[in-house]
DNA sequence: CGCATGGGCGCAAACGTTTGCGCAAGGGTG
DNA sequence: CACCCTTGCGCAAACGTTTGCGCCCATGCG
C-alpha cells in the first residue's frame, strides 16, 4: 500500500549491516549464525518501522518457492466450483500462501495449459478440479515436485490424492429413497458420460435398484452434460416414454434446473405428475414450486479437505495418495410422490 | 509439465551462444540488436523443440512486471461475484495474464491485507470488489504505479474507474413497476447501509415513489446487511407492520431468499397476500412457488467491462478514471399482484 | 595501407533475496 | 607469548532473466 517496501539493502545500508545480516535476522536465522541480540533487533525495530516485507519475487527466485497455489477450476461461475473456490482461498491465507486462479471453461486443452502455466509459475502446490474426461495428460502430475491434489472428480488409475464426494452412496440413497415411494420407472438425467462423479451416481443408483431386485433400463438414462441445456433435452426425451417414468433423479444441479424447464413445458407438475430427486443440493430448492428432494454434497467439506491434504503435502508429509470420501445427505422435501398402489414401500431395509 | 523447461543458460550453451543472444532472439530484439537471421532461427528452433519458456518468476524480477493481476472479492462463495470473478479470469487469460485471487470475506482488514499483499508480489493491475462501508484504505491506491479498477461498489470521492450496474435504475423500474401494479406500501430490504450500492438502490425507490407523489416512509426500511439472515428478520419485521406492507422489494438476491423464508414462515403466499420484487436475477427464479419478479444486473457484462479497461490502462493509455454503469432488465415474472383497488394504475409515464 | 563503417555478438550489471563459507577481533588457556 | 575457540558479522555466488554498452572482425573506401 504505502510507497513500495524497502529493500533488505536499503535497510542494511541504514543500519550500516549487510544485507546478509539483515535476512538472517528477520529469518530467525540469528542464533544459527551468531547475530548478536542487540543487531537482531535493531534490524527487526527498524523493519517494522519501515513495513519492510521481503520481495516475494526475488524471495521464489532464490528460494524456487513463492508460497502460492495454483487452482485449475472447470468455471467458475458455477456455485459447486465457486464455493470450492471459496473454501481453498480461505485455507491459503491460513497458511500464509496465495492463489493463482485458472478456469479451464471445461475444456481439457485449457486445462492442460492451464496447468502447464501454473508449473512454469513455481506454484509450490496444485489444487484442481479436472475437467474429467481424459487423465492422459494428468499422468506427468504425479511425478512434479510439487504436491497435487484432485477434487470432485477422480482418476482412479493416477497416483493422486483425491477428494470426492460420496457420489455412489448419494445416489444410492436417492433411489432407494424413490424406491421406497413406490417408484419403479425412474428416469435418470445423467451428466458427462466418462466422468467419475457420473459413473459413480450410475453406479449407486445401480445398486440400490438391484438390491430391491428391480431390473436396470438402460432406455430410462438419458443425457450427455452437466449443463442444463442438456437436463432439458434429455428430461423432456424422457417424459415422452410411455408408460412414463414415474420419476425422475437428475444427476445434478443444472440437470434439475433443466428437468424443471422440461416439466413446466410438458406441462407437468411436481410431484402429482412426475416425482423428483436431484443431486446438489440448493439455496432455493425449498422454495421452489415444489421444494426439490436432494442430494446435498458438503461442498465447503470438499474444498477444506482437499486445501487441509494439499499443505500437509507442502509442509513436507509424503504420504501415499488416498483419496478421501466426503459423505452426503439426503434432503426430504416434497417433490417425491409415494405411489400409494405399491403394496411393499417402506419394506424393512 | 515435462520435466522442468530449460534455463536460457542451457539454450545458449547448446549452441555456443550466450544468454544474452538468446534471450534476445526470442524476445524480437534480434533485428535491434543485429542478430543474424540464421542464428535467430537456430535459436527459435531449439526453443521450441525443448519446450522452453522463460522463467515467470526471473522476468518479474527483472522487468518488475508479472503478468499478473490482483482479484479482491468479498465473497467468492456468492454467485455474484463467483460470475465476475470468471469473466475477469478468462479476460486475462486472453491478455496472457495470471489471476491472484484473495477473499476478503467481507472484512475490510482482510481487505486491506490483500491489496498489500498483492503489490507486493507486483500484479500488474488490480481489480477489486470493494467490502465497501470504508474507503480511507484505498486512497493510496489512485497513486499506485499501477492500474486499479472497482467492481461493484463504487467511492465517488476515489479518483479511480469503477464499473457499476445502474443501481439506481434498476430499483427505480423495479418500484415504478410496483407502483404501476397499485401498491403504496411498499416495504423495502435493504443491504448494507453505506454502500454505493444500497444507497443508489434505496435512491431509485425514493426517486420512483416521489415521481408518482407517493411519500416516502423510513419505517417501511428495514435490515442491515446484504446476507441472507438478514433479510429474513427485516422481512418478518416488516411483516408484522399493521396496516401490512403489500409488497416487499429486496435489494440483493440473499435479501430475497431469506424474504422467502419469512413470507413462508408467516405463513403467507406470494404474490395472493404479498408482492415480492428482488435485485438480481436467478436461474431458480422462474421456478420459484411464485416465479420471482427481479432486477436482473449483467454481471457478465460487469467483468468483462472493468477487465477492458483494466487491460486497456495496463497496455498504457492512461485516461481519466470514469465510473461505467451497466444497465439493469427488469424481468417480470408472477410476484407481483395487480391491486384492483386502484384506480391510476398504469396511467401514462 | 589506413581508416571508417557496419554486422554479429558477448560482458557485466542489475533486479532482491538467501546461504555456504570464511574472516577478524577478542578472550581464554597452556 | 603462542595458540585456539568463540563471537559477530560480511563476501560472494546463486537463482534466471534483460539490457546498455562495447568489442572484434570484415568489408569497403579513399
Given at each position: 500500500m504505502r510507497n513500495a517496501s524497502p529493500t533488505l539493502k536499503a535497510i542494511a545500508a541504514r543500519l550500516g549491516l549487510s544485507p546478509t545480516t539483515v535476512s538472517r535476522s528477520l529469518n530467525g536465522q540469528g542464533a544459527r549464525y551468531r547475530i548478536s541480540d542487540r543487531t537482531q533487533r535493531a534490524v527487526q525495530r527498524l523493519a517494522r518501522r519501515l513495513d519492510f516485507s521481503p520481495n516475494p519475487i526475488a524471495r521464489g527466485l532464490r528460494?524456487?518457492?513463492?508460497a502460492t497455489v495454483g487452482l485449475v477450476i472447470p468455471d467458475v461461475s458455477n456455485p459447486f466450483f465457486a464455493r470450492i473456490a471459496h473454501r481453498i482461498t480461505v485455507a491459503a491465507r491460513d497458511h500464509r500462501h496465495s492463489v493463482l486462479l485458472s478456469d479451464s471453461q471445461e475444456q481439457t486443452a485449457l486445462e492442460v495449459e492451464a496447468i502447464g502455466l501454473l508449473l512454469r509459475r513455481q506454484v509450490d502446490g496444485l489444487i484442481l478440479c479436472p475437467v474429467g474426461l481424459s487423465d492422459e495428460h494428468l499422468s506427468p502430475l504425479p511425478h512434479a515436485r510439487i504436491p497435487v491434489v484432485l477434487v470432485d472428480r477422480c482418476f482412479p488409475g493416477l497416483a493422486l490424492p483425491a477428494v470426492t464426494s460420496d457420489n455412489l452412496g448419494g445416489a444410492r440413497a436417492a433411489t432407494r429413497h424413490l424406491l421406497d415411494a413406490g417408484h419403479r420407472r425412474i428416469g435418470v438425467l445423467q451428466g458427462l458420460p466418462g466422468t467419475s462423479t457420473n459413473r459413480d451416481r450410475i453406479a449407486g443408483h445401480r445398486a440400490a435398484l438391484s438390491a430391491r431386485g428391480v431390473p436396470f433400463d438402460p432406455a430410462l438414462v438419458a443425457g450427455d452434460s452437466f449443463l442444463e441445456d442438456a437436463g432439458f433435452r434429455a428430461a423432456r426425451r424422457l417424459l415422452r416414454l410411455r408408460p412414463r417414468p414415474t420419476a425422475l433423479f437428475a444427476l445434478g444441479n443444472l440437470l434439475a434446473l433443466g428437468a424443471l424447464r422440461a416439466i413446466a413445458e410438458a406441462p407437468l407438475r411436481v410431484p402429482d405428475d412426475i416425482s423428483l430427486v436431484a443431486f446438489d443440493d440448493h439455496p432455493y430448492a425449498p422454495h421452489l414450486s415444489a421444494p426439490v428432494t436432494t442430494v446435498a454434497q458438503d461442498v465447503d467439506a470438499l474444498g477444506r479437505v482437499a486445501a487441509e491434504i494439499l499443505f500437509e503435502r507442502i509442509g513436507g508429509r509424503r504420504a501415499a495418495p488416498k483419496t478421501r470420501a466426503i459423505p452426503t445427505r439426503l434432503v426430504e422435501r416434497r417433490s417425491v410422490k409415494t405411489l400409494a398402489t405399491n403394496p411393499e414401500r417402506k419394506q424393512p431395509t
Open positions: 528460494l524456487k518457492k513463492t
